[in-house]
């Protein structure tokens, strides 16, 4: 059975910073390209960061670039996200996916999709 559980969201005042985590099981994580996207209601979702199986490669919206850090475990099996400078239009629900090709995981198709965490930033 395949679980993608994330953690770590909350509420945080503008210029704080949150540390979020994925955990995942139930399927070979260091194969798999991960990701989190992010969405606010009316919206669709976008792609904020993504890292590849090897941690070699790793990809920023211009949105999160030099704010947000992508990072992950595959010991642990576990994928982070660490936000720092934390703006009100970083409000979202935060998801994290896996996804077996790099392409599909920025296009949206992912194979593994968590539950979602919710970040809210007070102004």
């Known amino acids: 059975q395949v679980l993608v559980v994330e953690s770590g969201g909350g509420l945080v005042q503008a210029g704080g910073s949150l540390r979020l985590s994925c955990s995942a099981s139930g399927f070979t994580f260091d194969d798999f390209a991960m990701g989190w996207f992010r969405q606010t209601p009316g919206k669709e979702r976008e792609v904020i960061s993504a890292?590849?199986?090897?941690?070699?490669?790793?990809y920023y919206t211009d949105l999160v670039k030099g704010r947000f850090t992508l990072s992950r475990d595959n010991a642990k099996n576990t994928l982070y996200l660490q936000m720092n400078d934390l703006k009100s239009t970083d409000t979202a629900m935060y998801y994290c996916?896996?996804?077996?090709?790099?392409?599909?995981?920025?296009?949206?198709?992912?194979?593994?999709w968590g539950q979602g965490t919710q970040v809210t930033v007070s102004s």
């Open positions: 996916t896996a996804s077996g090709g790099w392409a599909k995981l920025l296009g949206d198709v992912s194979n593994y």
């Open positions: 890292i590849s199986p090897n941690s070699a490669t790793t």
